[in-house]
């Protein structure tokens, strides 16, 4: 999904039209919600059509830290941006709880639950091709390329596991 995200980038860079593109279930933490293109074998698709009159050139780079999709071909005549735009947003509500058998984070069962990982909140978002004059970089369009809408993550828990010293069980 990071390679077609990225490509998706390039792609609205290049000016080029949209056919096909699916946001994730959740946000990502690559890119803004909305700037996402999530694919699937079988079921999400990214589909874009070179709508130029040109041919274009395709090429990737994937090094340890980065992944680059450069496009060649004509310049296109605005220079395009995908904005995201955040409508609305929730904290996740989301729990799960995993017992802490090394003891790391939280030791008893009479201890408070250590929160491992925070999941990410719900949101709704807009995708936004801004196109902007190469030589005054003045805005000169912004059309809504998406609205998308992203499940919360879940917060992780771990609990401890052991009883605390002179704790009697009764059976």
């Known amino acids: 999904c990071q390679a077609s995200t990225t490509l998706y980038d390039a792609v609205?860079?290049?000016?080029?039209?949209?056919?096909?593109?699916?946001?994730?279930?959740?946000?990502?933490?690559?890119?803004?919600?909305?700037?996402?293109?999530?694919?699937?074998?079988?079921?999400?698709?990214?589909i874009f059509r070179n709508d130029t009159e040109h041919t274009i050139y395709i090429y990737t780079e994937v090094t340890d830290e980065l992944a680059t999709v450069t496009i060649y071909g004509t310049r296109p005549e605005y220079h395009y941006r995908l904005e995201s735009v955040l409508i609305s947003e929730e904290a996740s509500t989301r729990v799960r709880y995993e017992d802490d058998v090394s003891g790391k984070y939280?030791?008893?069962t009479t201890d408070p639950p250590y929160l491992y990982k925070e999941g990410r909140g719900s949101c709704r978002s807009e995708g936004w091709v801004v196109a902007y004059d190469w030589e005054t970089k003045e805005e000169v369009s912004r059309v809504q390329e998406s609205n998308d809408s992203y499940r919360a993550g879940v917060n992780v828990y771990y609990r401890g596991v052991h009883s605390p010293v002179g704790s009697i069980t009764e059976y």
Do not use: L
């Open 12 to 46: 609205i860079m290049a000016g080029m039209e949209i056919i096909e593109r699916w946001p994730h279930s959740m946000t990502v933490s690559y890119v803004e919600p909305s700037q996402d293109a999530a694919v699937e074998y079988g079921g999400k698709n990214f």
């Open 106 to 108: 939280v030791y008893y």
